[in-house]
């Protein structure tokens, strides 16, 4: 008998680990104990909510069950959920203790327990019941002919209490709709930050009522208006998101400069001899739009009280449109030329005895503090305004690194030890096109961190950072996922799950399920290639595509001047993304056919050659008819003087020319091209 | 010398000749006259306003530029146009005479004169020029490495001024992002009316201040904001699109009488022997948001005073939202059930001299008029409004034909004889799923019609309709386009211009370029396919998609309940569309196999065989792990069994069973799988 038991309890956990590897659940949650038994989903399915939850989960509940009938096609009874215990024997049971507010340190844990017969949601708040549906989603399996849930018991909770997602609208334009729907993917990976970027030198996308000249003179019509923005904080609020607005100053000022020339700290050129200080209250300097990328010095004037009096107006309208504590005031990349050549300002350092600009950055910022508290807000700022003065109310948003010349993360652990609290951005730079596996051991609080628990307590989380100098609505999903939601399980997860391959298995079946949330990542793919191949077939563009990546860091748009803001983003480069599909597996083919060479590993790797040589005839057949794809031939030319030289090796055993073969890998390794680079130059270097 | 100059003369016009029929443009214009030369287009293309447009012409002429470049990957210099003359030596100089107002009868005309080292646009107005932009887009031309306009002369101009496009936002709300790349749609091919279609009997979807409990109750949270529709209404304006509302009334009223029920007609249900009239004051009927689709009973009260108060307050806040003359008041398919089963309403008939229902709903109807008449507006309607009495000023909306057991667009002629402006919609209902050579065959004015100047002078145009009982955002577009781009050019160009072939080569380009403007129509069947496929390769599918189309006219939801308005619309049928790609192809080459057996022909045949009898293969391997791919194999089952038999027959000149034969070919024609059919059965009959 004893052995029996002992018997069954194994097969019990084998089964239960097997399954569990085989989950698809992302951000991984804390426990999950399976058992061996289905909960089968058909047209009857239906849900009841008890307890004393804000109404979001009504939405969120209904939302769930449009999803689960659209995947499933069940064609579910139940239509919309309005109020609480409406259904009281659904099999579905959401039980919630009390309304949850988002923001920081709510709680957000829920625990999903599946039965045979009876699925049973419990969490303190609303928010975490929400959470315990994306689980629940995600948990959706099939045979052949029917869906099901295995049954579990899972519990969770975040390990970090923010975890952002930043949308800058500012450089590119992003409407009402992309927003949304980055809202919703955010929601499925449990994140619950949106830090809204409105305003930078490209553009002045806020409606502030008493001054029109903003959007009037420096947002070419793209903006939003206040009711879309608060039209944005409630569908966020109903997904259990905080927004965090981001009025990006002293810096960056290029807009609101063009609306109010008179508060910028430039002072006009003037041939040598003349009295700068004298003329320049008759010269006034004019600004515009910034058209390219970079950094540029238009600059607030800190000394000039029409400064405060706009940003004091521009707060009273910005505040109370955001639910939540914080306000973002960016402070970042201010380099303090024009206030050195203003004499003005000069004279104003000297008299309040500012050593330096940092310390007039941070006089700048103080001045904020009070137009926030006003509206019961405190103030986020870009590691920047971290000065020895800076309030310690303010949160720290750390995003230097190694492309800064410092150590990464580095300001997170200063800040934390300083007091403050922190977010880390540095590492989850999703626009700078670098594979997820970067980002996704990129902790907060690397291993070896020497902190205290207050200390510790300080690290709020972390901010996947969506910069807009190379994105339009058509290709942004594409930067963003599914990348993102791989940091929204490092942000949420345990430390310890960190698995490679676990998460490319699973981000395969997140990445599909995005569409259902109307991420456009996969199918503007499609209509980039059909724009490039000039409504011809997109098979070899798709497979050229799936071994490109677009250039990385800042590589791509060198000096900021290749691409304006309005230059056109349907290109080849635009298709591509990072973690290009084949190079991966063709990578691991190679591994494969160098550890052991006999003939199935050899037909893996040749015929990922021979693919590439008939993709490559394919596109110069279809550049007969199609200018862009003419850049992109030297390249997968390269491709195919590689694999037919690689194919003789391999399979002729054929010597060929070291210094000729040499140089065609050499060719593949070129980055002149589309502005794209080969992802498969290494794995080809392994084989030479 | 005489000779060589008719041999020029003769090359040139041989050389316009296939030139212009290689063109795709869309709707054809009235007059081109091509020349030998071309414009070569590069980086430093530009363009210079002149005249006194209305300011939509530099918002038109700045997307016009985005569009191109996003097309020809140039990274054109000229950011955006905002003023009169910037740049008076660019190479495209658009003239504008006046200011254009939107809405009917206005001038729309147009001059495009391409020479090979300019481009002028002539207009009257800014809506003439914002149309030629759109024809010089589609001139577009290109070689293996650039691209160039042919040059040319094109003089236009609409043959109807009514050219519009209606969308049901009510049965299944359609956000803001739908509404707006449909407008920019209509535009591009030159439509000029967005009919919208705003409340029914399952959503009301106008946020009307006064009466909040209209949207608090009868929109599922669902609708547009004032803000929203001065926006769109703004953002139509700027694309030359008048904005016609719809406050359908006094049927099609669930959802009002949801908020509202004390102004409905229903009589509350009592047992026999019990007074009606007495218990009617006391026992008020419940009314709730329709989910089913059909014709319902829930009908205003046209005898309480109540009714037109609301109705007054209502339209005081429509009115204004919109800039143009007409607000559309529905009126159709009040078959006038609770109106006869009540007592008082019957009271009121006998006292007002009301013959019967019909003059009970003018009598309603005149009521409005002052409602509308007050904010400077004329009544618009359904053909059923057209009674005796019913105000000329009316604009008869001609919807009904064979499916209502009517002559096809007999109403539209009545209406113009009656004296009445009119606009046809019978044959434009889109919906319906029929193909696109019944829509574009469909005139307004057929050719053997006899009216007077006078009469013809009041049939303004003609409008395709999307009713919503089965689309989604998701697939809305797929429902809409290209089919509408048909109806587009029947409604601008000539009479004369029928040629179906010609017509389906254009149309693969137009479909090919709404992707540009954000139109889903491809990207998101795809987004469907990879569904049904649970994210595995979805090429067969989308094979057999292009050979199966949706289930046509109301067949596909039988008795309207079926499909709710909230079943999953992300299945096989949602994915396919009219016109199966595939099917006309195949049909060509079954035609030409039968008047030809030669072995090219044969093989043109037997590969559609092939194909489909491996795509069944792979649907029933995919099927293994995709439960929604199940119901559609047997009628891919079916398409293989006929196709291994013609075969047989044709290849193997064997002979096959005909009892045989005709039972699988009747299996082809099926109408139980997945809500499809499949389009091929009539083509694989000829080769009985």
């Known amino acids: 008998m004893k052995y029996a038991l002992i018997l069954v309890f194994a097969v019990f956990v084998s089964n239960a680990q097997i399954q569990s590897t085989s989950l698809n659940l992302m951000p991984w949650p804390q426990n999950i104990n399976l058992t061996a038994g289905t909960f089968a989903l058909s047209k009857n399915f239906n849900v009841n909510i008890t307890g004393n939850p804000n109404a979001r989960i009504f939405i969120g509940a209904t939302n769930f069950l449009r999803r689960l009938d659209g995947r499933t096609g069940l064609f579910f009874e139940q239509g919309f959920l309005t109020k609480v215990n409406e259904n009281p024997e659904a099999a579905l ?75 800058d609208a500012a450089r590119h334009f992003q409407p009402v709709a992309v927003i949304k729907r980055n809202l919703d993917a955010m929601a499925a990976v449990k994140m619950n930050v949106f830090h809204w970027h409105l305003v930078d030198d490209q553009g002045w996308r806020i409606e502030i009522k008493k001054h029109p000249k903003l959007t009037k003179m420096a947002s070419d019509g793209e903006y939003f208006t206040q009711e879309e923005i608060k039209d944005i904080v409630n569908y966020a609020d109903q997904r259990g998101i905080l927004v965090v607005p981001e009025i990006d100053v002293p810096g960056h000022a290029s807009a609101l400069l063009t609306a109010y020339p008179e508060i910028g700290s430039k002072t006009t050129n003037f041939t040598n001899g003349t009295s700068k200080g004298k003329m320049q209250s008759s010269a006034l300097t004019t600004y515009s739009i910034e058209r390219n990328a970079g950094i540029f010095t238009p600059t607030l004037d800190p000394s000039n009280p029409k400064t405060y009096q706009l940003l004091g107006e521009i707060f009273d309208e910005v505040c109370p449109l955001f639910s939540g504590n914080y306000i973002h005031i960016g402070g970042d990349e201010n380099e303090g030329k024009d206030w050195d050549s203003n004499i003005k300002i000069q004279e104003f350092k000297k008299k309040n005895k500012l050593a330096n600009n940092h310390e007039l950055q941070t006089y700048f910022t103080m001045r904020l503090i009070p137009m926030l508290k006003k509206h019961n807000k405190e103030l986020m700022g870009w590691e920047e305004i971290m000065t020895k003065n800076m309030s310690k109310n303010a949160i720290i948003h750390s995003w230097k690194g190694l492309n800064e010349g410092m150590s990464s993360g580095g300001s997170l652990i200063a800040a934390a030890k300083n007091g403050y609290k922190t977010v880390l951005s540095n590492g989850y730079y999703i626009d700078l096109m670098q594979g997820v596996a970067d980002h996704y051991l990129n902790d907060p609080i690397p291993k070896n961190t020497v902190l205290t628990a207050e200390e510790k307590a300080r690290i709020l989380g972390g901010e996947a950072t969506m910069w807009s100098e190379l994105v339009t609505p058509l290709n942004i999903d594409s930067r963003i996922w ?37 991420i456009t990542h996969l199918r503007n793919k499609e209509v980039i290639l059909r724009n490039i191949s000039n409504n011809q077939n997109t098979a070899a563009l798709e497979d050229f595509s799936n071994v490109c990546e677009p250039l990385k860091i800042y590589s791509r748009n060198n000096g900021g001047t290749e691409y304006q803001m309005y230059s056109p983003f349907t290109l080849f480069a635009d298709a591509c993304t990072t973690d290009a599909f084949d190079a991966f597996d063709f990578d691991r083919a190679v591994n494969n056919y160098l550890e052991n060479k006999n003939i199935g590993n050899q037909i893996l790797v040749t015929s990922f050659f021979r693919k590439w040589i008939v993709m490559n005839e394919d596109l110069i057949n279809l550049s007969s008819n199609a200018p862009l794809i003419q850049p992109l031939l030297p390249l997968s030319n390269s491709l195919k003087d590689i694999s037919e030289q690689l194919l003789l090796v391999i399979e002729n055993k054929q010597k060929v020319n070291p210094s000729l073969l040499n140089n065609l890998l050499e060719q593949c390794n070129s980055k002149k091209h589309a502005d794209v680079e080969l992802a498969v130059y290494k794995s080809l270097k392994k084989l030479m």
Chains 1, 2 share one sequence.
């Open 93 to 167: 049971q959401i039980n919630c203790v009390r309304n949850g507010k988002v923001g920081i340190n709510e709680d957000e844990s829920y625990q999903l327990e599946i039965k045979s017969n009876k699925i049973i949601i419990n969490a303190t708040t609303d928010l975490g019941a929400l959470h315990a549906l994306e689980t629940l989603l995600q948990m959706l399996q099939n045979n052949s002919t029917s869906y099901y849930f295995p049954t579990a018991i899972i519990t969770d909770s975040p390990r970090f209490t923010w975890r952002g997602l930043m949308i």
């Open 482 to 518: 599914p990348r993102t939601a791989a940091i929204a399980e490092r942000l949420w997860s345990n430390e310890d799950v960190t698995d490679l391959n676990s998460l490319r298995k699973r981000l395969k079946m997140i990445s599909f399920r995005l569409e259902e949330l109307g």
